[in-house]
Antibody, heavy 121, light 108 residues
Framework: QVQLVESGGDLVKPGGSLSLSCAAS????????MSWIRQAPGKGLEWISY????????YYADSVKGRFTISRDNAKNSLYLQMNYLRADDTAMYYC??????????????WGQGTTVTVSS | SSELTQDPAVSVALGQTVRITCQGD??????PSWYQQKPGQAPLLVIY???ARPSGIPNRFSGSSSGNTASLTITGAQAEDEADYYC???????????FGEGTKLTVL
């Protein structure tokens, strides 16, 4: 079935870097926009970035712009998130999600189970 | 801070109808989407676009919007509907994405 599996979450010190991966299966990966969404412990959902199917369109939330980089490898059906200059408030569960979009809406119709990033000294 | 505002908590008696709302200027131009999240689970899309339900979502879930307010209605709430519910939309620019803060639904 359609599936997304994240990996790469870890404990990292403030100022450090971490790279997350998301492996997609059972759908035409390059046809879909993909996103990263995070959820701090006990808090709500926060969209942080999306990338178009071709990789040409990329947007970030202000909270991560300049520190995080989203990318994809369509040959490997994989989505990535490079996180630099990590801060304590980046501590969260990070979800990879498939985007269902049109001009009139932006929805996330398939989610992974998430990978945990903890930023602490 | 989020551009979408939700009530923190709502309750409903078993079998009754409940409406969860989400306010934001982006709804004047864009449709909302709604997600259900149960403890320890990833969110699940329940409504998107112009009141569309993904496959497998019960028809007791419906969505609407008017002006700057979007609503998720559960008609005949079940015990398994107890969860956190989040709205989302494109932001006012159309390029970014925003979520509401979430509403905790309790089924009494």
């Amino acid at each position: 079935q359609v599936q997304l599996v994240e990996s790469g979450g870890d404990l990292v010190k403030p100022g450090g870097s971490l790279s997350l991966s998301c492996a997609a299966s059972e759908f035409n990966f390059n046809d879909f926009y993909m996103s990263w969404i995070r959820q701090a412990p006990g808090k709500g959902l926060e969209w942080i970035s999306y990338i178009s199917g071709s990789g040409h369109a990329i947007y970030y939330a202000d909270s991560v712009k300049g520190r995080f980089t989203i990318s994809r490898d369509n040959a490997k059906n994989s989505l990535y998130l490079q996180m630099n200059y990590l801060r304590a408030d980046d501590t969260a569960m990070y979800y990879c999600a498939r985007s269902a979009t049109s001009y009139y809406y932006y929805a996330f119709d398939v989610w992974g189970q998430g990978t945990t990033v903890t930023v602490s000294s | 801070s989020s551009e979408l505002t939700q009530d923190p908590a709502v309750s409903v008696a078993l079998g009754q109808t409940v409406r969860i709302t989400c306010q934001g200027d982006s709804f004047r131009n864009y449709y909302p989407s709604w997600y259900q999240q149960k403890p320890g689970q990833a969110p699940l899309l329940v409504i998107y676009g112009n009141n569309a339900r993904p496959s497998g979502i019960p028809n007791r879930f419906s969505g609407s919007s008017s002006g700057n307010t979007a609503s998720l209605t559960i008609t005949g709430a079940q015990a398994e509907d107890e969860a956190d519910y989040y709205c989302n939309s494109r932001d006012s620019s159309g390029n970014l994405v925003v979520f509401g803060e979430g509403t905790k639904l309790t089924v009494l």
